[in-house]
């Protein structure tokens, strides 16, 4: 039973781990690496000052 449950969680690591590539080289070609690196999607709140960046 155990050796089952061990090949189980290798297997599911395995998918995951496919998935997660699939998903990194999809997303890679849709957006620029500008767009991913851009923070344009909501504020940045500094937590130990609590300002917000200005934008440009």
Excluded: K, P, Q
Excluded at 24 to 41: A, G, H, I, V, W
Excluded at 45 to 50: I, P, Q
Aim: charge should be negative; proline fraction near 0%; hydrophobic fraction near 50%.
């Amino acid at each position: 039973m155990v050796f089952v449950m061990n090949w189980g969680a290798w297997a599911a690591a395995a998918v995951l781990a496919l998935w997660m590539g699939y998903d990194l080289l999809r997303t890679n070609r849709t957006y620029d690496e500008s767009y991913l690196l851009s923070s344009e999607e909501g504020e940045i709140v500094d937590s130990e000052v609590g300002e917000t960046a200005a934008r440009s």
